[in-house]
């Protein structure tokens, strides 16, 4: 792609942001915060975790984004037998008697990992090893993994027995945690409508991998001001309890804060927020726009909290 400067670059991308979420309308009623949050994490190279009920169409959303994006697509549903070398592949014996990879089901450009909490860590491991360096080691050889390369994993709030809860640091490898609600009552006749008559949308792709690759440098390189920047940092110190800028709130409701990451992803998608909504460097509402998705699963609650009810929703609109 080339423009004459990086003024339309980015116009091109608020164009193409726009482009997409016409097409994901066509099937997905509703949720435009979600669209958009996930659009977000993908123009910042970042992985976003998805939270609902089951039936609030989690993977229709993923499915029709892949569409949209002229992007490989693949699906793992995840369950406690899954074994590392079920999603990454493994070496197998040819006729010959030589070992050759067989690539697995991780070998893609957006993986849906569906229920990631119903598999054991090793396997979940393997998963979060190849989203943070974007390749996998399977005896002693390193593969590649394509790029753009997209994880969008989703999770079930309800129904936790035999399940393996995400640890902290794993959790932390997602950009964002996007939380789905209930469509409203006109959102959900729409969809029953458009669901149970004989008529199917076509979603028409939009954006290939390499404008995708492009785009993603192109919001790395949105300059942004000191002030905002400090802004999102102070966001992410003030979650962490018995520091210098924790405030008595965090000091007593607090167990753990917001590490570094939690500080560059908001700079990243506040940088692209601000990109898709037709402005050319973040301010502080931008940042605010995308805290509540990048701390909501990197801040932990103590016990004082979960007993008085104090939401991580709370708990982020108190560090503004």
């Not at 996930?38 to 123009?43: E, H, K, P, Q």
């Not at 409508?193 to 008529?199: A, F, L, N, P």
């Not at 007593?252 to 917001?258: D, T, V």
């Not at 699963?297 to 004082?304: A, L």
């Given at each position: 792609?080339?423009?004459e ?6 116009d091109?991308?608020a164009q193409?942001y726009?482009?997409?979420?016409s ?7 509703g949720?435009?915060?979600?669209v958009k949050t ?6 910042c190279d970042g ?29 793992i ?5 899954l ?5 990454t592949?493994s070496e197998?014996?040819d ?14 450009n957006?993986?849906?990992a569906d229920?990631?909490n ?12 190849a ?6 080691t ?16 989703t999770?079930n ?5 035999g399940?393996?809860?995400l640890?902290?640091?794993?959790l932390?490898?997602f ?6 609600d209930y ?6 006749v729409?969809i029953v ?7 199917s ?8 991998g ?26 992410a ?10 405030t008595?709130?965090?000091n ?7 590490g570094?990451?939690?500080s560059?992803?908001l700079?990243l ?6 990109a ?9 509402d931008?940042?605010?726009a ?6 909501r ?8 909290a979960?007993?008085?009810?104090i939401?991580i929703?709370?708990?982020v609109k108190?560090?503004?």
């Open positions: 792609m080339k423009f400067n990086d003024v339309d670059a980015v091109a991308l193409s726009q482009n997409l979420k097409e994901i309308a066509k099937v997905i009623v949720q435009e915060d979600i996930v659009l977000i994490s993908l123009f992985h976003s975790l998805l939270v609902g009920v089951p039936g609030l169409a989690k993977t229709l959303l993923v499915n029709t984004i892949s569409q949209a994006l002229d992007l490989g697509f693949k699906r549903q995840f369950t406690p037998d074994m590392p070398s079920d999603i592949g197998v014996m006729e010959h008697r030589n070992f050759a990879f067989h690539k697995g089901p991780l070998f893609t957006i993986l849906l229920e990631i119903r598999t054991p860590p090793k396997t979940q491991a393997a998963l979060l090893e989203m943070q360096e974007r390749c996998v399977v005896a002693g050889v390193q593969h590649i993994l394509p790029k753009p390369f997209f994880v969008l994993a999770q709030p309800i129904e936790q027995e399940t393996y809860p640890p902290e640091a794993q932390d490898r950009m964002f945690n996007i939380f789905l469509p409203s009552y006109k959102e959900e729409d409508k458009g669901t149970t008559s004989g008529t949308k076509k979603v028409n792709s939009v954006l290939t390499e404008e995708i690759i492009y785009f993603q440098h192109l919001v790395r390189k949105i300059p942004i001001a000191d002030n905002v920047l400090e802004y999102a940092v102070s966001l110190n003030k979650s962490r309890p018995n520091t210098e800028m924790a008595d709130f965090v007593n409701y607090i167990s753990w804060g917001a570094p990451r939690a560059q992803c700079v998608g506040a940088k692209c927020h601000a898709i909504t037709g402005k050319y460097s973040p301010d502080v931008d940042v605010r995308v805290a509540n998705f990048v701390l699963h990197r801040v932990v609650r103590n016990y004082k979960e007993a008085e009810g939401s929703e709370e708990v108190k560090l503004f």
